[in-house]
């Protein structure tokens, strides 16, 4: 299993739980791309900033119109940035939202539970069964908003921050100035000019080391500083992030499941540690499960995922699944031997028929069933008139069928219940009639042994003829 070996590409969410493995359905190729050219642009972004400050810094120039030139130069920049993201980022947070709604969807057509039982009222009851992943332009549109919002939040604090710095450079490079105007009039002395000129430069690198420009942290937000690309990438992970989890929370609520499950990838993150892998009720009514406290992103950059998770018992009432699941397979494992050995059974006997009944000496003969030879209206007239039987020793034929089995097998029937082997003989009987029987024999199964299942005089055959 991996741990967040795919950081930098947040949105490629296979979904990983114990018993569970889910590959991103949509590879998010174009997701990505789109969301690598913004990146890629911001870190020219950056450069031009970087630029402009070092511009700032070092041009000779130091007259009004400079400064403000300084001042609408960057102003512009950021400009530049929110009307940029303003144009890609809806495109984003659509895919990413699409992202979120098919891996639910995934999840959710590709569960046992529905495809075992898709049909079952008990679960259409409580679930709506969706065709397809789907947008929500409403969740996407305020995801949109939300996101500008923040980023004009942090554009505002790296212009306010640019006003402050610029001020202070220009502040500084006009008291430079001065001094240098005062020098020339020798009014201060070499030491105290360079002891000014030192302390004046010393102030002002303190300044832009605290203010984080030397960093190239231009951006100011609660007094923190930040690179702007580098706060972008946050800003966009977690917002993919974000509009992921809007899919599935939507999808969710759309197809009527409570009941969801974090990720697995054995994470190193503490703060995530406790959601991995573990079941969540969005509703918080679920008597077995915890209520979700939060859904991913969990902290910036989270690669953990929700989605989905269809719990049969609470639906059922019970587990369909309880011990059956081993026990059919173990059944059905067992049965698919026994079908095979008897089919090959089957197909042994009936191209090299046996010489004689197997296991002959086994084959058992019911009394019912000579009794129904001796008493049947339409089988006592042969069995006693004609070969001379009685009823009351029915031991007799029993023993005159059973010699049948001495003789070779003529026939090998193969039916559905098993094989039937037939001998056509004489059968001794007390009139000494010499009629050819037909005797048939029956195996069950490979494994049963032989019994009797009927004697009829031998159709009218050549033998007769004779
Ligand atoms: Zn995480």
């Given amino acids: 299993m991996t741990t967040e070996v795919d950081e930098g590409q947040p949105w490629e ?31 020219g972004i950056q450069k031009s900033l970087e630029k402009e400050w070092r511009i700032a810094f070092n041009s000779k120039k130091k007259d009004a119109p400079f400064w403000e030139e300084r001042s609408q130069t960057f102003k512009s920049i950021y400009e530049n940035v929110f009307s940029e993201w303003e144009s890609k980022w809806e495109s984003i947070t659509k895919k990413s939202f699409l992202q979120g709604s098919s891996l639910a969807h995934e999840t959710f057509v590709n569960s046992k539970v529905i495809r075992d039982f898709k049909n079952d009222s008990r679960l259409l009851n409580k679930l709506t069964l969706l065709d397809r992943p789907f947008t929500d332009p409403k969740v996407i549109d305020s995801l949109l908003l939300d996101t500008l919002g923040f980023l004009r939040y942090a554009l505002d604090g790296a212009e306010e921050k640019t006003t402050k710095v610029l001020k202070i450079t220009k502040q500084t490079l006009l008291d430079d100035e001065r001094l240098n105007q005062d020098i020339a009039k020798g009014l201060i002395e070499k030491n105290t000019w360079e002891a000014a000129k030192k302390n004046l430069q010393d102030d002002f690198e303190k300044a832009l080391k605290e203010s984080g420009i030397i960093d190239g942290k231009f951006i100011e937000i609660n007094g923190r500083n930040y690179r702007l690309d580098s706060y972008a990438e946050t800003l966009a992970r977690t917002r993919i992030r974000e509009a992921q989890t809007a899919g599935v929370q939507r999808y969710a609520e759309t197809s009527g499941q409570d009941l969801v499950r974090v990720s697995d990838h054995s994470t190193l993150t503490e703060k995530c540690e406790k959601f991995e892998g573990k079941i969540f009720s969005i509703s918080g009514k679920s008597t077995k499960y915890p209520k979700l406290e939060m859904w991913t992103p969990f902290h910036p950059n989270c690669l953990h995922v929700i989605t989905v ?23 059905s494992d067992e049965r698919r031997k026994e079908l095979r050995e008897e089919v090959e059974w089957k197909e042994r006997e009936r191209k090299s028929p046996p010489k004689f009944v197997p296991d002959r000496s086994k084959v058992s003969i019911t009394q019912p069933k000579i009794n129904y030879l ?82 009829r005089p031998a159709k009218k055959n050549k033998e007769e003829k004779k």
């Fill in 13 to 43: 969410f296979n979904f990983y739980s114990k018993d569970f493995q889910l590959k991103n359905p949509d590879r998010g190729t174009r997701l990505k791309e789109e969301y690598n050219l913004l990146m890629r642009w911001m870190k």
């Fill in 309 to 331: 998770y269809i719990d049969v018992v609470s639906i059922f009432g019970y587990d369909p699944y309880e011990g059956a699941r081993d026990k059919v397979n173990a059944l």
């Fill in 374 to 455: 001796l008493t049947d209206p339409g089988k006592s007239r042969l069995y006693t008139q004609e070969l001379g039987f009685s009823t009351g020793n029915p031991g007799i034929l029993e023993d005159s069928i059973r010699s049948s089995l001495d003789k070779e097998v003529t026939k090998v029937l193969v039916t559905e219940n098993g094989i039937k082997y037939i001998i056509d003989t004489p059968i001794p009987n007390p009139n000494n009639d010499n009629r050819v029987m037909t005797v048939v024999w029956q195996k069950d199964s490979k494994s049963s042994l032989p019994k009797f299942v009927t004697a």
